[in-house]
């Protein structure tokens, strides 16, 4: 059997970007997932992207991962988000034909040198002195690597919801996977808990009366900052068209059906003790948290080129399946449509993730990862970013390399991240650009600037890739220094271009630069005073960060805490200050205490010493 | 809830074939089945046609059904068999990209008026006054219909084993279908028997040194009749390109490994009860029967565009995996191959067929039809072409008409369906040339004149189809007339023709008629006697097959009868004097009383009324 560097068990979107960023940097990197046909497959919306998942998106491509290209070569319509607003908040979307993203990303990976993918279930772990060495599979094979990443999804005791109906699986069409996580607990004495989340009913084109609907079609863009020399209409997507989306409404009879229903919802019954997330409500939430609206919009998405099925984004539900065909019914324009699946919610297990590090290694088994839905998030690009550091760091940690971190004030994977390992998780997380405190910085439009030297050096991008973000940020840097020196009608260049009102082009006249690095510079000198502020906070926050928590220091006997700042600090056990006083209900006062403690400890120890 | 007419349980080759056919003709169909997106999934080998199998295709396409333009519209390669030897044995096989072929025929599904496809697994069905009612699906819905068609293919009680790793699963990614196969005994009273199938390892692209092996390319050709004006060239395809196989061997270090494993192969270790197929056999049986044979031939197939994997046809096993392992690494070129999936067999329940009519309806439930693997046959064709025949049958007995039966020297489809009936099945049936008696009837290049005319008259084919048929028929008549009369050295054109030396062209010089027609001309002239002779036999059977037998007749007090005979007779209960003779062991002499018998019993009856 061969020898692995690094093995990735579970082919989602998390395990996809780990799988690809550890072969990339140079690991000899095993894939095992349950269905090799299921590897990036959109359990869900066949969209990518959209309010903050955009940029992670956008994100992950810069860091060298492939959701972007691979969302661009399967986009069947694009649509730049809160493009109205202020840059700190566009966010790109793209409506995807979801078997071509799954073929195409399934030989992505196939295509990969040093990447392995093998078809099978992941078991167990396998242990010795303190690490994870082998994890075996349902036929038998016992696979040793140096590193672990898991990956497993909404899959780890999966459990499916139509109404009072129950069914075991991962999702539908896939079994779940109960092994692994009696092996997680048992095996390796982590604590798991159970969230859950839904997807709405799909129904059939030649029963909608689509002249009810609103027609949406999409614009030109794309994700990929390598494909830049390529416009959206001449990327190669095998001869797909474009097609559009529709936007309906529920009625005034939705919400009696689901009012007089509620009581048969699982999640209103009792029947589901996991726990749904805020964000992405089913429709029995929407009715009953918001009693005073009258009707919600819904979007009818196209999920494929060869199918005839839409996707009813916004009506989620786990209510049962005479209901969901009732309340179907009671949206103007399908009155007659027929749903080809039900809608369902699936509960699942999540390791606890106060048990990870920012590296997203666990606390006590520092060579396995994890990644993805099952640290407690929710969204294919949520999985993805946290996929990419994952695999980064198992790579990196068998090639002897300091941890990856990517920090707030850097990337929305890195807010993200630090979101979970320091926040109570009660329901799915998920990005909003609402969550990060440097919006100014972490924008969608630079994330190549952000990122991109990281990942060159930490070897997840090649040169000839970064060479080109390196020579762009050079030409932005001296056309800036030219625009600061040169003056007109006593302002600088930089001075004019700060004004709304202007454009690079009407204050510079004609130029070679391209539109890209225009708008960098644009938004430079628009936000410039804004994006300092930020830049000032992120150094105070910094100086914070400076100061390492020791391991040692207890908690639990420290005089002048409150019990719940006690037992958070004690649960998440932050590694510095400046994570100390993200977590939820530590008071800076808290923060003034504890920096105390820490200077009188390491006096304590240079006595010992 | 909607009322349907016809309800087919399970979208595999069978069910799509039912469907298509029944909503065709004009029956409110339903499909049941437990993915849509796995409607047509080739569970095996990702090609179609092929000895026998090419024929049946072509009868499919000559009565509506889809598999043939659906496999032009997939086809990575297109190769006709046998065509060095007669036209009867010419077969025509495609290798398809398996994930575009499933694609493209959802969709077909999906866009046909009156047909509905909805995803739920079938578990049970409710009978009522001797008929089935409806079918319970895993939702709690309850959808009744006239008729039903089953077609669940591999998943009745499906197990897989991998050498001694036993998993419940209809085909790997599947579940298997319990429930339904526990209805069918308990609710319906039928019996059950267990078979089994085997599918080889995938391998990855890039651990295969193609340099080791033999290439093998495509030719020109397709499989519809209607798109004879399109060249193979110009279907489209979404622009996938052609691909070519390879031709491998296995070798002397093979079957040293094989023998050595032999016992811990379930097949041979008693581990799988079920019987395979004689004709599709696992590299270890071919090992063990063909003991002198050093090396067996196999080919490397690719799965598609979209994809790395390819298939090791010929190497079918159970043997376990790290055996699997070493036999792969055993065969030249594959020597560092590594494996994306494993080989594995399934066993399955079908409907013992002796239960069934040659309408497919079972004998005691006269509206459910049976269909495909569920009848003990393998094969994606075998399956459509039982799939056309109950869904026609299923909306015909809906709509009132006697049942469509095709006869054994009208189609291999009639062939098989009628070997189904009245043979005993002791491994899963797969067609070939050699069932048939009328071989030079049953051609692949006239299926369209032996069949579309009994399509058009059943409600199976537009007249825009048959019109195209018949004209072309007129067309080979008139010209057929004018070759015999007219005459050239003193013997007709048409006896010219007749000799092996001639083509059409040479004898009769330019002409404005298709290669098509041409063909079909020089056909029937070379082969006159053979089909004459052909002909008459078929004359004699169906004079035998005018004797029907009486339901009443009771073989068990039937004196003369051997015992064989006596039990095969009560088991099968041919419908007349051809059936009857056609069961294995029943003699002649026999098949001479039961129509002494017969007259006896006729008169019998016409003294009591
Ligand atoms: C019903 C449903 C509704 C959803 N609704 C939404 C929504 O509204 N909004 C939203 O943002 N997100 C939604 N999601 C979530 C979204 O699908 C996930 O966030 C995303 O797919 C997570 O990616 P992942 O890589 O973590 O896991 P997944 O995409 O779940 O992939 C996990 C993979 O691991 C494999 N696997 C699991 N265990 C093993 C094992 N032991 N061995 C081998 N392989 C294994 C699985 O086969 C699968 O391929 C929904 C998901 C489901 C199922
Ligand atoms: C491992 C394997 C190896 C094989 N090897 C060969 C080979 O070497 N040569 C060969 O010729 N053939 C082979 N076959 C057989 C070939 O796949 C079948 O002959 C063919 O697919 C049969 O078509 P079908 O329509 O009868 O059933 P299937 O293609 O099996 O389709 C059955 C369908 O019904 C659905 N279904 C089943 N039960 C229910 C239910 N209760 N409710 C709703 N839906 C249901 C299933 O989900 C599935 O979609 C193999 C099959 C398998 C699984």
């Known amino acids: 059997m061969k020898n692995y560097d690094v093995i990735i068990i579970g082919g989602g979107h998390a395990g996809i970007e780990a799988s690809l960023a550890s072969a990339r940097m140079g690991a000899e990197t095993l894939l095992i997932t349950q269905n090799l046909d299921h590897i990036g497959q959109m359990s869900c919306n066949p969209a990518i992207g959209g309010i903050a998942k955009g940029h992670v998106v956008r994100e992950i491509d810069a860091m060298g991962g492939e959701m972007g290209q691979n969302t661009d070569a399967s986009a069947l319509q694009f649509k730049m988000l809160n493009s109205s607003r202020g840059p700190a908040v566009w966010s790109p979307r793209a409506q995807c034909d979801k078997v071509l993203y799954q ?16 078809q099978a279930e992941g078991l167990s772990f396998v242990t010795e002195k303190g690490k994870v060495i082998a994890v075996q599979t349902q036929f038998g094979d016992k696979f040793e690597a140096k590193a672990f990443v898991l990956c497993c999804g909404t899959f780890m005791r999966g459990l499916m919801h139509f109404g009072p109906q129950q069914l075991p699986g991962g999702r539908t069409g896939d079994t779940a996977a109960d092994a692994i996580s009696d092996s997680l607990k048992n095996d390796l004495g982590l604590e798991l808990m159970r969230l859950k989340t839904g ?6 084109a030649k029963t909608i009366d689509f002249d ?19 416009a959206y209409e001449t990327i190669d997507r095998g001869g797909i068209p474009q097609m559009p989306c529709y936007i309906g409404r529920t009625s005034a009879e939705t919400k009696r059906v689901i009012t007089e229903n509620l009581h048969l919802s699982p999640m209103y019954n009792g029947s589901i003790d996991a726990i749904g997330t805020r964000y992405c409500p089913s429709i029995e939430d929407k009715i009953h948290r918001f009693a005073d609206k009258d009707s919600h919009q819904i979007f009818l998405e196209p999920e494929g080129v060869f199918t005839e099925e839409y996707y009813l984004n916004g009506i989620s539900t786990s209510l049962p399946v005479h209901v969901q065909n009732q309340i179907v019914h009671s949206i103007p324009g399908l009155e007659n449509a027929e749903i ?3 809608a369902y919610a699936v ?82 997380y998920r ?45 932005i840097n001296n056309e800036i220094e030219r625009l600061k020196n040169e003056r007109s009608h006593g302002k600088s260049l930089w001075e004019h271009l700060s004004s709304h009102k202007n454009t690079y082009d009407s204050v ?24 300092q502020r930020e830049k000032q906070q992120v150094e105070r926050q910094k100086r914070l960060a400076k100061n390492p928590i020791p391991e040692e220091i207890d908690y639990l006997n420290m005089t002048g805490l409150s019990n719940e700042a006690r037992n958070k600090l004690s649960r998440y ?26 200077k009188r400890w390491e006096e304590s120890q240079k006595i010992k010493a």
């Open 340 to 342: 080809a699946r039900y």
């Open 573 to 598: 056990r932050p590694v510095d200050l400046g994570q100390a006083a993200r977590i939820d209900g530590v008071t800076p006062a808290e923060i003034g205490l504890i920096q105390v403690h820490i």
């Open 508 to 531: 510079v006249g004609e130029s070679d630069f391209s539109e890209e690095i225009k708008e960098q510079i644009q938004i430079d000198a628009r936000y410039e005073c804004y994006i």
């Open 212 to 230: 009810q609907l609103e027609r949406q079609d999409g614009e030109s863009g794309k994700f990929s900052y390598w494909t830049r020399d390529k």
């Open 103 to 118: 073929r195409r990303m399934k030989q992505q990976l196939e295509k990969t040198p040093k990447l392995h993918t093998h």
């Open 347 to 428: 509960e699942y297990d999540v390791v606890s993730p106060h048990q990870t590090l920012n590296s997203l290694a666990l606390k006590p088994w520092p060579n396995l990862f994890v990644a993805g839905q099952i640290n407690g998030t929710s969204g294919y690009e949520e999985a993805a970013g946290q996929g990419l550091i994952a695999g980064a760091n198992a790579a990196g940690l068998v090639a002897g390399k300091p941890p990856l971190v990517l920090e707030r004030d850097q990337a929305y994977i890195g807010v993200m991240i630090d979101d979970l390992v320091t926040k109570d998780i009660s329901e799915p």
């Open 431 to 475: 990005l909003f650009t609402s969550r990060a405190e440097y919006r100014l910085l972490l924008r969608q439009d630079n994330a190549d600037r952000r990122l991109s030297k990281i990942a060159y050096d930490y070897g997840l991008l090649p040169y000839e890739k970064y060479k080109i973000i390196e020579e762009k940020e050079t030409l």
């Open 199 to 204: 997807t709405p009913p799909r129904v059939l």
